[in-house]
């Protein structure tokens, strides 16, 4: 398999986690999005993270990557089979995505080369930048003094929320959600010790 994408892109890190904790063996094949215009070869969308089977089909996007992944070996599952707790680990997931899509717009908004000064609209900085603000908050509360997000186990979305926060530390330092936040701090301390986080560290900004 291989997987097209950034060492900076949070959905493309969340994917490479799963691969980690699956033992999956995979390519990473490098491809910077904004620079060149190769990912429409296999994902019409243009984005990455893009999964490309051994037989050339092309899986997109992130969510529908890594449930395919966890189907592939009953070993460290991270989505549960079914039913409420399935459910609840993919709202965490959806929440984690949520606030990296907001966190995205904004940045985009503000330095996409594409727009000029005068186009950028800080109303809608703002408004992108309440989801981010909300979802974390949200995060905090659905945490509470649990140990992991969803139920006693490490699950997918475990791995969606370390990412959102990675990515926050990566462009968006300022936001100090470690001392707003103390749970989400020693639930990231946590993430941060497994090898499939320290491997995938994004590079310093
Ligand atoms: C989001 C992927 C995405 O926005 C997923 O796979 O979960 N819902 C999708 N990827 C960004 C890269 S990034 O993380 O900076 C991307 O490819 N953006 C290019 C564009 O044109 O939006």
Not at 40 to 66: H, Q, T, W, Y
Not at 115 to 120: D, L, Y
Not at 157 to 164: P, S, W
Request: net charge neutral; glycine share 6%.
């Amino acid at each position: 398999m291989k997987l097209i994408g950034s060492l900076t892109s949070p959905y493309v890190r969340k994917v490479r986690i799963v691969m980690a904790e699956k033992r999956l063996d995979f390519q990473l094949v490098l491809d910077d999005v904004w620079a060149s215009d190769a990912i429409l070869a296999s994902n019409p969308l243009g984005k990455v993270p893009c999964l490309v089977m051994e037989g050339g089909e092309a899986v997109f996007d992130s969510r529908v990557i890594v449930e395919y992944l966890d189907s592939l070996s009953p070993v460290g599952r991270l989505i549960p089979p079914a039913g409420r707790e399935r459910m609840e680990v993919r709202t965490w997931e959806a929440l984690a995505d949520g606030l990296l899509d907001a966190a995205m717009l904004a940045r985009m908004e503000a330095i996409w080369p594409g727009r000029s000064a005068a186009q950028r609209s800080q109303p809608w900085i703002d408004r992108q930048m309440s989801r981010v603000h909300a979802a974390l908050r949200a995060m905090s509360q659905g945490l509470g003094d649990k140990p992991h997000c969803a139920g006693t186990h490490f699950s997918l979305g475990d791995i969606a929320v370390g990412c959102a926060l990675g990515y926050l530390d990566l462009r968006f330092a300022p936001i100090d959600w470690r001392d707003e936040y103390p749970n989400l701090r020693k639930l990231a301390d946590k993430l941060a010790a497994r090898a499939s986080f320290a491997d995938t560290l994004p590079p310093a900004a």
